[in-house]
């Protein structure tokens, strides 16, 4: 190939004089620029070269399609073998609160952190068939897909469930919708025909944890990315799930009846949590069952010490009601009584 001739004037001392040589310096100059330029471009070659090692390490670590789990892809089967190579974890009692908005029942909330991945612990709660998971559920006695689009789900349930409180204990058939969507872990549940229930709504969200993040201190991993790159892949994630439900009855029973009705939904909220921890330890095969189990014993013999003491209350509460109700009346008489 021809290279382009490139003219330069050189000045000369005169018409008929030699052209001036150009400077050594000059010279040496450009030839130096062509050199720094080349090895310039290699490095930057090289170091594209490993950046894109470094982005198929993440990427056999992050499932390739979209939408795998939470639209991030990430690898489910990595994930889980993750857990079975570093498997100790140790489940914590699930925090459940419950407040008393007005006119209605109660509305609860209940968080715990679960030793298995988002993906695999939504698999759990969607699957149709987990009431060999969940002993709360008696029997899945309907269930149409209204919606599919993939990723989310519109789900039309009837379910029989089962409820426990001490020594009481009970069957409720429960008829919703529920709204599934797997791109962020999350499922809107809501009562279908309004009945005895007025309102029986709430949603379940789960949300990772990075169970390793300390072994990269001091840098703190903010996306998936980050974690995979600086725990080298092996880093375990976790599962943070919540849900909060709002229950409503056509007519909000008395006190003291409201209070056991509480003390139920509590109950049964708490056996579906244990539940979910029992399946995670299964998946995980290899994790430290045992002391999971035993967190699990003691959280409930804590429980049920708790709901004793809670029954306790309740009568306390109401016959400290009674007593005031009786002196509030006595008051009302003696001012309503003729003064002689």
């Known amino acids: 190939m021809e290279g382009k001739r490139i003219s330069m004037d050189i000045p000369r001392s005169n018409r008929a004089g030699k052209p001036k040589v150009l400077d050594p310096a000059v010279s040496t100059f450009f030839v130096q620029l062509h050199h720094k330029l080349q090895n310039s471009l290699k490095s930057q070659l090289r170091r594209l070269a490993k950046d894109n090692d470094g982005i198929k390490s993440v990427t056999s670590f992050l499932g390739k399609e979209k939408g795998t789990c939470a639209g991030l892809g990430v ?24 407040s008393v908005p007005k006119g209605s029942l109660c509305n609860l909330k209940a968080k715990v952190d679960v030793g298995l991945p988002p993906d695999a612990v939504y698999n759990i709660v969607i699957d149709p068939d987990n009431k060999r998971v ?31 409180f001490l020594w009481w204990s009970g069957t ?47 840098f703190k991993p903010k996306t998936w990315a980050e974690y995979c790159s600086c ?11 919540s849900l909060d439900q709002l229950i409503q009855p056509a007519i909000v029973p008395p006190p003291p009846i409201s209070w056991y009705l509480r003390g139920i939904t509590a109950k049964t909220t708490e056996m579906l949590i244990n539940d979910l921890l029992a399946e995670a330890a299964r998946l995980t095969s290899g994790c430290d069952t045992e002391n999971s189990n035993k967190e699990l014993i003691s959280s409930k013999e804590i429980t049920e010490n708790d709901q004793v003491e809670e029954i306790r209350n309740i ?26």
């Open 172 to 218: 409720i058939s429960v008829h919703v919708l529920v709204d599934q969507n797997r791109e962020d872990h999350s499922m809107k549940f809501k009562q279908v025909n309004a009945g005895f229930m007025k309102k029986f709504e709430g949603h379940w969200r789960v949300e990772p944890i990075f169970v390793d993040e300390k072994t990269c201190l001091p």
């Open 315 to 340: 009568k306390e509460r109401w016959n400290s009601r009674r007593r005031n109700a009786k002196q509030h009346r006595k008051k009302l008489l003696t001012a309503e009584s003729p003064t002689f």
């Open 75 to 98: 690898d489910l089967e990595k994930q889980m073998q993750a857990w079975r190579e570093n498997p100790p974890w140790v489940n914590q009692p699930p925090k459940i609160k419950v």
């Open 231 to 241: 725990t080298g892949g092996k880093g375990r994630i976790g599962s943070k799930v």
């Open 134 to 164: 969940f002993k709360n559920i008696k029997e899945v006695i309907s269930r149409k897909v209204l919606v599919d689009e993939g990723q989310r789900q519109v789900v039309e349930v009837e379910q029989a469930a089962l409820w426990r």
